[in-house]
């Protein structure tokens, strides 16, 4: 099972209420418990990618504080890959300008993988109680 590193409020904190509804609301008839559903499943996939590059670094997985809680640098890289996820998920209909498609929040990605590579390659290191190296 994927570990959890953030809340639907730090998706929301991050992105805006409106938007992650929206991003997570696949059609009009869409009811609170869908809404709920995908935004759960984006915040479990973001877990699950997370915790295959935190693993590789040498972390115990989930990757927590001294005090049990996440760390704040592990949270904000989940609420990105969750949201992007979300947005990813609905398809991408953003253009560049020779009319490419493209996704809007595909610079979050890539800073928060990179951010994932760095721990990896131990260019940075995260203070948690879990930490095996």
Not at 27 to 54: E, F, N
Request: aromatic share 10%.
């Amino acid at each position: 099972m994927a570990s959890t590193y953030c809340t639907r409020s730090n998706v929301e904190d991050h992105y805006g209420v409106e938007n992650v509804e929206a991003w997570a609301k696949l059609s009009s008839s869409y009811s609170a418990a869908q809404i709920l559903a995908r935004i759960t499943r984006a915040i479990a996939w973001a877990g699950a990618r997370m915790d295959a590059y935190l693993r590789v670094a040498g972390m115990n997985i989930p990757v927590v504080d001294e005090d049990g809680s996440t760390p704040t640098e592990v949270e904000d890289v989940a609420a990105t890959l969750a949201g992007w996820w979300l947005y990813k998920s609905r398809g991408v209909d953003d253009v560049d300008r020779n009319g490419s498609p493209r996704n809007k929040l595909q610079f979050d990605y890539d800073d928060a993988m990179e951010f994932l590579r760095d721990i990896r390659d131990s260019k940075v290191r995260i203070d948690s109680r879990d930490h095996t190296g």
